[in-house]
């Protein structure tokens, strides 16, 4: 497993991923980035932590609206997938030591 590093919200992190996986996981970073700026755009949350964990909880509602005839061949996947982001973005703020 290769390592990229990437930036979200300003800050950049490096990510362990799969062969293969570059593209996946850039649309991804992408996605969690847009989504997190706009959070904070907003003015309403200024914590890191929070911004992340309402983009998490966006990103996932969004998932879970897509019909069901796709969300059964990819639900799976995407709970793996959705579970893995999260796994790393919480060890990326756990070593950043600046949740705020």
């Given at each position: 497993?290769?390592?990229?590093?990437?930036?979200?919200?300003?800050?950049?992190?490096?990510?362990?991923?799969?062969?293969?996986?570059?593209?996946?996981?850039?649309?991804a970073?992408?996605?969690?980035?847009?989504?997190?700026?706009?959070?904070?755009?907003?003015?309403?949350?200024?914590?890191?932590?929070?911004?992340?964990?309402?983009?998490?909880?966006?990103?996932?509602?969004?998932?879970?609206?897509?019909?069901?005839?796709s969300?059964?061949?990819?639900?799976?996947?995407?709970?793996?997938?959705?579970?893995?982001?999260?796994?790393?973005?919480?060890?990326?703020?756990?070593?950043?030591?600046?949740?705020?």
């Open positions: 497993m290769k390592q990229i590093e990437v930036t979200i919200l300003g800050q950049n992190y490096v990510l362990g991923c799969p062969d293969g996986g570059d593209t996946l996981l850039q649309a970073v992408k996605a969690v980035d847009r989504e997190m700026t706009t959070i904070r755009t907003a003015g309403k949350v200024k914590a890191r932590e929070r911004i992340a964990v309402l983009a998490a909880l966006n990103l996932a509602y969004a998932l879970e609206q897509r019909p069901a005839a969300a059964d061949t990819d639900a799976a996947s995407a709970a793996v997938d959705v579970g893995a982001l999260i796994s790393r973005i919480d060890k990326a703020l756990g070593e950043d030591g600046q949740l705020l």
